[in-house]
């Protein structure tokens, strides 16, 4: 039987995790104090995913940049595609909050949309 020792992310307690595996499987998740721990370190085990977190450049905006994040997560092992393609993008201001940004990023399915407004700069 294989062991897995991880620290949680599903809350701010930061419980230490034991994930046991048997021919790639989950057998058990000891040491979370709540169920979200539980369930990530099955999954993370597993199938890693991750939410995108980081900005778009924007022209014509009242910032030089806009937040972005994924809509869902992502393969973890598609992060750093996803922030290369989203560092060589520039928008046109206005954004909207929760507009698409950037459609099925790295093949994944998932939308990157704007986590902030940004509006026109005046001149």
């Known amino acids: 039987m294989e062991k897995r020792n991880l620290i949680c992310i599903g809350c701010p307690m930061g419980c230490p995790l034991t994930v046991e595996l048997s021919g790639g499987e989950v057998r058990s998740v000891t040491g979370n104090t709540c169920k979200r721990g539980a369930v990530y370190g099955a999954k993370e085990v597993t199938n890693p995913t991750r939410i995108v977190t980081t900005t778009v450049r924007v022209l014509g905006g ?5 937040p972005v994040k994924t809509a869902a ?3 973890k092992q598609k992060v750093q595609e996803c922030v290369r393609l989203l560092k060589s993008l520039t928008v046109q201001a206005p954004v909207q909050l929760h507009q698409v940004i950037l459609e099925n ?3 994944t399915g998932v939308n990157v949309v704007a986590a902030k407004k940004m509006e026109t700069k005046v001149k």
Do not use: I, S
Not at 62 to 66: I, K
């Open 62 to 66: 009242t910032g030089p940049v806009v």
């Open 73 to 75: 997560d992502v393969p």
């Open 105 to 107: 990023v790295a093949g």
